[in-house]
């Protein structure tokens, strides 16, 4: 018999699992790292293959009562979407570009609005997005997928975007639970279909003061520079500084809690039919992941300016000799190494950053927020029956050569 | 024996099942019945966390998955089934290295070769009207950018339309008049600068004006930039600077990074490209000066005195890089017969307060 099957435990739930992640950090490292490193000869095209590696890593190590989920999309599929979306978006830039000009023509930046229309299509692309990596997941040999439209979700989606600018953030759990609400219930796992229970008053309850601290903190800053402004001009520049860094902090400082509250809220409202899902992430549970990446991001940047200092140091003539070529117009061997080598620096610089950035906000929240669920009526699935097909990856392609971020 | 699980791709049932391999054939059954085979060929490992070994079977339309849990088990498929991974891993990322570094090879050249080619050949083609539309625009950019004044003090602004006046019909004699149209205005910005926008327009900023110590020297400048009108050099540089942005922005502007090395590489590219069009621009100046009967090398005084007293910006990335090569061009243009001045002193110095007087 399966050796895995996990025996009822929580105290107040009744039949519920908890789900498990067993992924090795030292796996997900050097995945990462080769996969940064291919970006380089690649100039980048080795994205779609690293972000599905990275999701098979992600989905595979995640298990509830001991059954593992599966990715089974492919990085061609990916590259496939990404250049149907450079089709689709030829065009449009072309017209963009045109209509750009004629507006320029009446008005110095006129243009602006313009910028809307690729608004309009990234949050598309989001919801699309989201409708792919669905139906490349599977669990029990069944596949999640997604009906509703990406142009119904981008008008809600802008909607409460006003709405959050409108009321300085106040909106914004409103706009969360909606949201995620019209995504939950347009998904299904086979034939079950999804809902979203969370309100947008229970997140409000647990972060107002989130956001009333934050506020607070802005217009505690600002009215400490009116201040100083008419009382002593002459430092209105250091306090500034210092009243921007204090705003910063604090903004830094909440962000995790802000997270970790907002993730438990969202985990929490999930439903498939009768199966249900329980999550005891604590407010804190994230300060210690930022910490590290904190951490190892000034450790890398410290290791990285040593080494090139050194480096620097050993190859100034080169450097020397290049930036002498160069501010004369000249182009040979000197000018090239020099190039190639500041490049090259600069490409380590920024790859480091997202390796370190990838391991802790991608798999070191992903593993916090995994281990502090519970799900229960797990049995309720097994009436589940396969349905939906697999969809493009075109709204990915989208997101991503507009520069949005849909996430892992 | 049994030690795996099978879900049949229909339901999400979880299925106990009891699972025998042989060297064709891996055999599924549940509680004594037969479920399916699956040829060993065929069949392939799936993601799974340490401990599970998940087989699919390759072709099959449904996800069904089988998660055999006892490790005897997992050895003997193992050893069947050969192709467990199907294709060898390595050669495939070694393919993936290799198409990914041909498409940015051809991104790159078609950076480097095309787009300025490209851009050449397009710029004729654009009509006049169109070009001065795209004027409109970029003037409005400007404007915005170093301040919307312009400078237009009575007789100093009659004084410069008598020198531009001149220097039109020495640059572009009769046959060329009509389909350049070309507009000279003084703008009060500190920069010492002249810039040619797309569709005729020319500012020489009023730090220039202020550098100059004679009326050759503004003339020499002034006809460098009729040059980049009468060569449409502004639209080429914007088509090409569009077609380059557009390229690499939407294919590799998503690389960590690349996005402003890329920039960086194409600000250094656009310099080198300009410097052939300043150079055509040059030998513009020096033709009309000379036809004028006035030195172009006063412009390349004026340029290098600048250059030598506030030089902050790096020459390497500025738009008018003065080199020992473009002093020594210009210089070479002296005229035979010498030519009356192009403007009277009194001329020249309502000209030189042309932003005090308004």
Redesign the interface.
């Known amino acids: 018999m399966s050796a895995t099957s996990v025996p009822a435990t929580g105290p107040a739930l009744s039949k519920s699992s908890p789900l498990y992640f067993s992924g090795q950090g030292g796996d997900f490292f050097r995945l990462l790292v080769n996969g940064s490193l291919l970006q380089i000869p690649t100039l980048g095209f080795y994205r779609f293959w690293l972000i599905t590696k990275i999701r098979r890593h992600l989905w595979s190590s995640t298990q509830v009562a001991g059954e593992p989920f599966e990715y089974t999309g492919t990085a061609k599929e990916l590259l496939l979407g990404f250049l149907i979306a450079i089709a689709i978006l030829t065009p449009i830039y072309l017209a963009y570009a045109i209509l750009a000009f004629a507006l320029e023509e009446q008005h110095a930046l006129a243009s602006a609005p313009l910028v809307l229309i690729m608004y309009v299509l990234a949050h598309f692309g989001v919801y699309r997005a989201r409708r792919y990596r669905a139906t490349r997941t599977v669990f029990r040999g069944i596949r999640f997928w997604m009906k509703g439209r990406g142009w119904a979700y981008a008008a809600r989606a802008i909607l409460w975007d006003v709405a959050t600018v409108l009321t300085l953030g106040l909106a914004l759990p409103w706009a969360s639970a909606s949201l995620e609400r019209y995504r939950m219930r347009h998904t299904y796992f086979g034939t079950i279909q999804g809902d979203f229970v969370g309100t947008g008053w229970v997140l409000f309850k647990r972060s107002w003061w989130t956001w009333a601290l934050g506020l607070a903190g802005l217009v505690g800053g600002v009215a400490v520079m009116i201040r100083t402004a008419k009382s002593s001009p002459d430092t209105v520049n250091v306090m500034g500084g210092i009243v921007t860094l204090g705003v910063l902090l604090i903004i830094v400082g909440l962000a995790p809690a802000v997270m970790a509250i907002k993730t438990r809220w969202q985990l929490e409202g999930l439903r498939f039919g009768d199966v249900a899902v329980a999550s005891n992430l604590s407010i804190g549970a994230f300060y210690g992941t930022f910490i590290k990446l904190i951490l190892s991001s000034l450790g890398f940047l410290l290791a990285f300016g040593l080494v090139v200092s050194l480096g620097g140091g050993m190859f100034a003539g080169i450097f020397k000799r290049s930036l002498a070529q160069a501010s004369v117009g000249g182009f040979n061997a000197y000018t090239v190494a020099g190039g190639v080598g500041i490049a090259l620096a600069y490409l380590v610089l920024l790859l480091g950053l997202g390796v370190i950035q990838r391991y802790f906000m991608g798999r070191g929240l992903w593993e916090r927020a995994v281990q502090s669920l519970w799900v229960s009526n797990l049995d309720a699935l097994d009436a589940a029956a396969a349905a939906g097909e697999p969809v493009g990856a075109t709204g990915e392609g989208l997101a991503d050569a507009l520069d949005f971020s849909v996430g892992i | 024996m ?2 795996a ?1 099978f ?8 299925r ?1 099942v009891a699972v025998r391999v042989t060297s064709s054939s891996v055999d599924i059954e549940e509680a004594g019945t037969w479920i399916a085979s699956w040829p060993c060929g065929r069949v392939r490992r ?5 401990g ?1 070994l ?1 087989l699919m079977l390759d072709g099959e339309p ?4 089988l ?1 055999i ?1 006892d490790p005897g088990l997992q050895t003997a498929i193992r050893t069947q089934c050969r192709e467990l991974d199907g294709r060898n891993v390595g050669e495939r ?1 070694t393919r ?2 290799l198409w ?2 041909a ?2 090879l051809s ?1 790159v050249l078609c950076v480097i070769y095309l787009v300025p080619v490209a851009a050449t050949r397009l710029t004729p083609l654009v009509p006049l009207s169109w070009e001065q ?2 004027g ?3 003037d ?2 400007v ?2 950018l170093a301040g919307d004044k312009v400078c237009a003090g009575l007789p100093g602004a009659i004084a410069l339309a008598t020198l531009s006046d001149r220097l039109r019909r020495a640059a572009m004699p009769a046959a060329g008049t009509s389909d350049t149209v070309v507009d000279i205005q003084v703008l009060d910005a500190a920069v010492p600068n002249a810039i040619a926008l797309p569709g005729g327009r020319i500012y020489l900023f009023r730090a220039l004006l202020d550098r100059a110590e004679s009326v050759d020297e503004i003339a020499g400048v002034l006809a460098h930039e009729m040059g980049h009108v009468r060569h449409r050099d502004g639209l080429r540089k914007l088509i090409q600077a ?1 077609g380059t942005s ?1 390229l690499a922005g ?9 996005g ?2 890329v920039l960086a ?1 194409r600000m ?1 590219l656009d310099s ?1 490209h300009s ?1 052939d069009a300043e150079t055509a621009a040059d030998a513009f100046a020096g033709q009309t000066m000379t036809s004028l009967g006035r030195p172009a090398g006063a412009m390349a005084q004026l340029l290098a005195r600048i250059e030598r007293n506030e030089s902050k910006i ?3 990335l500025s738009t008018h ?1 003065v ?2 090569q473009r002093l020594k061009a210009l210089e070479q243009f002296v005229p035979t017969v010498q030519g009356a001045p192009l403007l009277t002193d009194e001329e020249w110095r309502a000209l030189k307060e042309v932003c005090k007087t308004s």
């Open positions: 049994t030690g699980v879900y049949d791709g229909a339901s999400a049932r979880r106990s799936r993601d799974a966390p340490e599970i998940r449904t996800l069904a998955r998660d849990l990322t993936i290295v990914s570094m498409a940015a991104v539309h795209l409109r625009a970029v409005n950019q404007k915005l569009g557009y939407l294919l590799l502007g998503d690389v960590t990074g690349g402003a090395l590489s250094l080198a410097r790096p020459a390497f890089p080199t020992e």
